[in-house]
């Protein structure tokens, strides 16, 4: 792989830039007990560390990779810089209610505006669009699979786990707004 291809430079970046803006908000990130997170946290933070090693190491020593054409990697890039845009705006939209952990926090309300009105993940769904297109990117396929494989069904049990206690919180109401959004993907899942 061309680590100086403007693909890869972008995504680098891309990847980068979220993992600074969380370092500075680590604590605000940490409220919460996280008595009803059953683990979830955890589990993510360590995955999510995991994967993104994988991502870079395959490429590095040339394990299961492939000889993508450039446009693939531009595309890749793009979806990675997408997906990142997608969580922040989620994130930033949540406020000081978003957390690593589940956790319903003092004047919680039901969010329900903005990507929220189409999905009720957005900030789950933008980072596994951002794991995906930089494994697009990088012309790795075992980064992919490994992801697919061991992050998604952490991610998907977490937010079983979120929804159990959203639903136990907001009762109807979030009845009624988990009947016209989709969890991950608009208008599909």
Do not use: K
């Amino acid at each position: 792989m061309d680590w100086t291809s403007a693909p890869v430079i972008v995504t680098c970046l891309a990847l980068l830039v979220p993992t600074v803006v969380d370092v500075f908000l680590r604590h605000r990130y940490a409220a919460g007990g996280g008595e009803r997170d059953e683990g979830t946290a955890r589990r993510l933070i360590v995955s999510l560390n995991l994967n993104t090693l994988v991502l870079f190491a395959l490429p590095s020593f040339g394990i299961a990779s492939f000889d993508e054409p450039r446009a693939l990697m531009s595309f890749g890039a793009l979806l990675c810089v997408l997906g990142v845009a997608v969580r922040y705006v989620a994130i930033f939209r949540l406020g000081r209610l978003f957390t690593w952990r589940v956790a319903i926090l003092d004047g919680h309300a039901l969010q329900t505006a903005g990507l929220f009105r189409w999905i009720r993940h957005p900030s789950y769904a933008g980072g596994i669009l951002a794991m995906i297109g930089a494994a697009l990117a990088f012309g790795s396929w075992g980064a992919l699979l490994f992801f697919v494989s061991t992050h998604v069904p952490v991610l998907l049990q977490r937010i079983r786990v979120e929804e159990r206690v959203l639903a136990s919180t907001f009762g109807e109401a979030w009845e009624r707004y988990a009947a016209h959004t989709s969890r991950l993907v608009p208008f599909v899942w």
